[in-house]
């Protein structure tokens, strides 16, 4: 059910996990502990991933290094001093991802990725929550309905 968010139509949670500053305590947390079905993304060893629906009412569960969203966010390994260090990122798959950028800006959100097209396809714009989540709100064609 597509649910209208102050000019931002919010259609699916499309992702969430921590940011690891410390990835093997998070690894053995997660995955060995909790015994989630996490798996290196191709390409990238460090990003852990679940598989597509492989973890129930979570479309992407991942564990994200901390330089892996600095690099992300900012073009560089190291997180920006005067911004908080996030904790976790989650992202909302929109309908419309034009809109739902300009709702933010004109909202007085301070964006660190403005509808940026990622090499995996996904379009994502990204800003910190007031609690310092990383958050994203995305376009992410492979986990929309094929019509």
């Given amino acids: 059910m597509e649910q209208p968010f102050c000019g931002v139509e919010v259609l699916f949670v499309a ?6 500053q410390n990835s093997s305590q998070s690894v053995a947390f997660y995955q ?3 015994g989630l079905p996490l798996k290196p993304m191709e390409g990238n060893e460090d990003y ?11 479309k ?5 290094p901390l330089a892996q969203a600095a690099q992300s966010c900012f073009g560089q390994d190291q997180w920006p001093q005067d911004l908080p260090v996030p904790q976790a990122w989650m992202e909302f798959d929109v309908a419309d991802m034009e809109k739902a950028t300009q709702t933010l ?3 007085g959100y301070q964006l660190l ?3 940026r097209l990622e090499p995996w396809g996904q379009s994502v714009t990204r800003l910190l929550s007031p609690e ?3 958050v994203g709100v995305t376009l992410t064609p492979w986990m929309r309905a094929k019509a």
């Fill in 105 to 107: 800006l004109d909202q």
């Fill in 15 to 20: 992702g969430f996990g921590p940011i690891t």
């Fill in 32 to 34: 060995q502990a909790l």
């Fill in 48 to 58: 852990l991933l679940t598989e597509h629906d492989a973890l129930a009412g979570v």
């Fill in 113 to 115: 990725v403005a509808n």
């Fill in 132 to 134: 310092g989540l990383l």
């Fill in 60 to 64: 992407h569960f991942a564990l994200w």
